[in-house]
């Protein structure tokens, strides 16, 4: 990359960078590490035309959202629809993300666009995230 002055790296983290998660200790402090060690590369490599980014995704329809949702009703003897509704209720746009919004967030990142852009963390959480 540094020969080509060009390049682009962009971690998929979480929101929990910016907001951590109750009860996902280790995990909040992983991905904080994670999210330090990129804006450091970010100002290292920014001369040579890479830039650095990460998508911070809120909760998205995935599989593991929905095994989230389906061991949530069996704890709080709920219903799968609760337990998602639930969820839905705390996030301003009340829906979850889907995956090619979060994939058309890494992809604009990776476009020339965004040749100017580097060292930030980029929430595609519906504004759930509670600060800037």
Do not use: C, Y
């Not at 330090?36 to 001369?47: I, P, Q, R, S, Y």
């Not at 040579?48 to 998205?60: D, M, S």
């Amino acid at each position: 990359m540094k020969s080509e002055k060009f390049g682009r790296i962009i971690n998929i983290i979480s929101t929990s960078v910016k907001q951590p998660i109750d009860g996902l200790g280790v995990s909040n402090t992983t991905r904080a590490a994670m999210a330090n060690w990129a804006k450091t590369m970010a100002n290292e490599l920014a001369e040579f035309g890479i830039t650095v980014n990460n998508v911070l995704p809120g909760p998205t329809e995935t599989e593991r959202l929905e095994a989230i949702h389906k061991a949530e009703s069996a704890k709080k003897g709920i219903t799968f629809e609760q337990a998602e509704n639930d969820r839905k209720s705390k996030i301003p746009m009340k829906r979850f993300g889907k995956a090619e919004e979060v994939a058309a967030a890494a992809a604009f990142l990776a476009s020339p666009a965004a040749s100017f852009i580097t060292g930030i963390n980029l929430p595609v959480d519906g504004g759930l995230t509670r600060n800037l």
